[in-house]
């Protein structure tokens, strides 16, 4: 029985690594070395830069977080659960690795430092800056926004001479005319939650990103967005499995 036992938790253990190997990750090459970039799922990612790694909103649904690197720092846009998961942070985040979260998920984590829309600040040795993510149109069914102004973040990282942007939930909102020299883009496109396809398009007009990833998609059709930008040359959209 001992060996049915252990021989059950091995393919277990074999399964959760291969899932943990599966997801998609893309690379890219900075003035500080290559800075890759793990698609885990829905508004979960990672990034991998000179040995450290960065987890944003670590969510079990989507990840085994028991298997995937282990977070030098973890960034949290908002409170909701497939943002804010205790569990999945506990399993990524090395023991002391900070935290850094938006006005309404930071209270419910200890030790956490919290960075108001427009605030910047050096963790673990990256530059973070905070911006607005909320929305305009979309409302719950009593009338309240989704997600109200002032509260989400989304997030601008810098690594070495490349800038990503990971909006958060959010809609095609006027201050991402004022984030520059976007390398990256990470915009949301799940219905009613964040973004049309035809607000995505006019968000990445807006910021200009060099290559744009719709994520936190969903169920809406990814593949309406890159006729959309057709005349945007300049953005590449790289459709990836990020449901």
Excluded at 65 to 73: E, F, H, R, V, W
Excluded at 226 to 236: C, H, K, N, R, T
Aim: proline share 9%; hydrophobic share 40%.
């Amino acid at each position: 029985m001992k060996n049915v036992v252990a021989l059950f938790a091995a393919v277990l253990l074999s399964f959760s690594a291969r899932a943990a190997l599966a997801l998609t990750v893309d690379a890219l090459p900075t003035s500080g070395g290559e800075l890759k970039i793990g698609l885990v799922g829905h508004g979960s990612l990672y990034f991998e830069y000179q040995g450290k790694i960065i987890q944003v909103d670590p969510w079990s649904k989507v990840g085994d977080y028991a298997s995937l690197p282990k977070a030098d720092l973890v960034l949290i846009t908002h409170e909701h659960r497939d943002h804010l998961d205790p569990d999945a942070m506990a399993l990524t985040a090395k023991p002391g690795a900070p935290v850094v979260a938006n006005v309404t998920a930071g209270p419910k984590i200890p030790g956490a430092k919290i960075l108001k829309n427009g605030e910047s600040a050096e963790v673990a040795g990256f530059r973070i800056q905070a911006v607005p993510a909320y929305n305009v149109a979309h409302r719950r069914p009593e009338g309240q926004h989704y997600h109200p102004k002032g509260e989400g973040n989304g997030y601008v990282i810098t690594f070495g001479d490349k800038r990503v942007y990971v909006a958060g939930d959010t809609e095609d909102v006027p201050e991402m005319a004022a984030i520059e020299n976007v390398d990256v883009a990470f915009l949301p496109m799940n219905l009613p939650y964040t973004m049309t396809p035809e607000m995505v398009s006019k968000a990445a007009r807006m910021h200009k990103p060099k290559v744009l990833y719709p994520y936190h998609t969903g169920e809406t059709d990814v593949t309406l967005l890159p006729p959309l930008l057709a005349d945007s040359p300049w953005i590449e959209v790289r459709l990836r499995p990020m449901k």
